[in-house]
């Protein structure tokens, strides 16, 4: 449902991004991924992507830390693939830390990834929207753009910016047939949650067993981790016509975590 359609999805060579790319290109999106890794395997997502979309799959290099080179990835999805129609920001890294040892350049550096990326992107792709009046913007908080844990003071920070930076998106675009949403993961199994294991074990001082179940699962009531396919299920509703009224929300795909 989604030919001639193009996405642009930051953070997208692992985890969450690389879902959300597979899902939109399996429903004949051209989709552009971008994020860091390993040469060979991001030519090899490429390739796979641009086979399921049938259309096309580009792949651009530009950090998320960087404005110049945020706006310059847009401008190069729009000569090369058109669109953007459908924008995810999705980039993000994580430190655990008590706040009076967070390291400075961890809070700039999460700052800048997970929210002002959100920011730079979504300004320099509106105008292609609104000048088609269709868009679809979907950014990826996390529960923790809604409550928080101790230890993670520029995630949390950063999240619930994140929430507040859509609403106002939302609300800027609302008549013009262009939606703006968050979507909540909980713990989803991912290569973020699994680098966060060593550092959460030695700031509370635990094994790899008790952080898995006593700190990670401990608030996501079902007890197991969320899917990335279930999370991208749900950016695919998104960009559904049915979707046109939801916008300015936050989706909670977390097990339960923010019932409690
Ligand atoms: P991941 O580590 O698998 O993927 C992160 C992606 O961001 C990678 O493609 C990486 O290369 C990219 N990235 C990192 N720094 C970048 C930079 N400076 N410029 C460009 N790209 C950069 O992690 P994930 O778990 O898939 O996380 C994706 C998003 O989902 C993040 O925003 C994360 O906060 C959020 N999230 C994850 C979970 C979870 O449990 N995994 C839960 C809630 C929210």
């Known amino acids: 449902f989604l030919k001639g359609k193009t996405a642009l999805v930051t953070g997208s060579t692992s985890g969450i991004g690389l879902g959300y790319a597979r899902a939109l290109a399996a429903e004949g999106a051209a989709v552009m991924i971008n994020g860091f890794g390993d ?7 490429v390739a796979q992507l641009r086979d399921s979309s049938g259309v096309g799959a ?8 960087k404005p110049a ?4 990835m847009v401008a190069q999805c729009h000569a090369e693939l058109g669109g953007p129609d459908i924008l995810i920001n999705n980039a993000g890294i994580q430190h655990v830390a008590p706040i009076d040892e967070f390291p400075e350049d961890k809070w700039d550096a999460i700052l800048a990834i997970i929210l002002s990326s959100t920011f730079h992107s979504t300004a320099a792709a509106l105008p292609h929207m609104k000048a ?3 868009g679809r913007i979907i950014n990826t908080g996390s529960m923790h753009s809604l409550v928080a844990s101790p230890y993670k ?3 949390n920070a950063a999240k619930h910016g994140v929430a507040g930076l859509t609403k106002t ?3 800027e675009v609302a008549t013009q047939g262009i939606t ?20 959460t074990m030695k700031a509370r001082g635990l094994t790899r067993e008790q952080v898995i179940n006593d700190v990670l699962l401990d608030k996501q009531p079902q007890k197991q981790f969320v899917s990335i396919e279930q999370v991208a299920a749900l950016a695919l509703f998104l960009c559904r016509d049915e979707a046109a009224a939801i916008t300015g929300a936050n989706l909670s795909v977390d097990g339960g975590w923010t019932a409690q």
């Open 69 to 72: 080179e945020i706006r310059d």
């Open 39 to 45: 040469a060979a395997e991001i030519d090899s997502h």
């Open 169 to 171: 998106v939302a609300l």
């Open 132 to 134: 088609q009046s269709w």
């Open 153 to 155: 003071s520029a995630y």
């Open 58 to 65: 580009i792949y651009c290099p530009a950090d998320m830390t």
């Open 180 to 199: 703006a949403n968050t979507i909540c993961p909980g713990y989803v199994w991912t290569p973020l949650v699994e680098g966060q294991i060593p550092d």
